[in-house]
């Protein structure tokens, strides 16, 4: 299908300069006649204490959904007009920011994150 494209070069998909609309019209066209629309957003975080840090902390979360054939919504950015979220019937750029932060792989990391460093305090 995309081979795990667009990836890490998210933002440059269609190339430079970086343009949402671009890149959500070339997703669009890669995907066309395809049927598994399976997707997910990937965030990696590594806090590093000090530059000699022998074991920094690590956090991933990850956000699953489908990929729409028109976009839908007007939040967020990038990718969330077509990234439905099954769960709520919504996509990305229909749910509300704040709802959005708890629920995206950002948010996921984040907490995971934070729960890393509680434990480490305790």
Request: include cysteine; charge should be negative; proline fraction near 7%.
């Amino acid at each position: 299908m995309l081979g795990g494209a667009p990836g890490v070069l998210s933002a440059r998909f269609a190339g430079e300069p970086k343009s949402d609309q671009r890149n959500n019209a070339l997703l669009l066209e890669r995907l066309a006649g395809e049927t598994n629309r399976g997707a997910r957003f990937y965030c990696a975080l590594a806090l590093v204490r000090h530059a000699e840090d022998p074991q920094p902390l690590i956090a991933c979360g990850e956000w699953h959904g489908q990929i729409l054939e028109t976009p839908q919504g007007q939040e967020g950015f990038g990718y969330d007009p077509l990234f439905l979220v099954p769960d709520l019937e919504q996509t990305a750029a229909q749910i509300a920011p704040e709802l959005k932060n708890v629920l995206s792989h950002r948010g996921s990391a984040f907490c995971q994150l934070l729960d890393k460093l509680r434990a480490e305090a305790a």
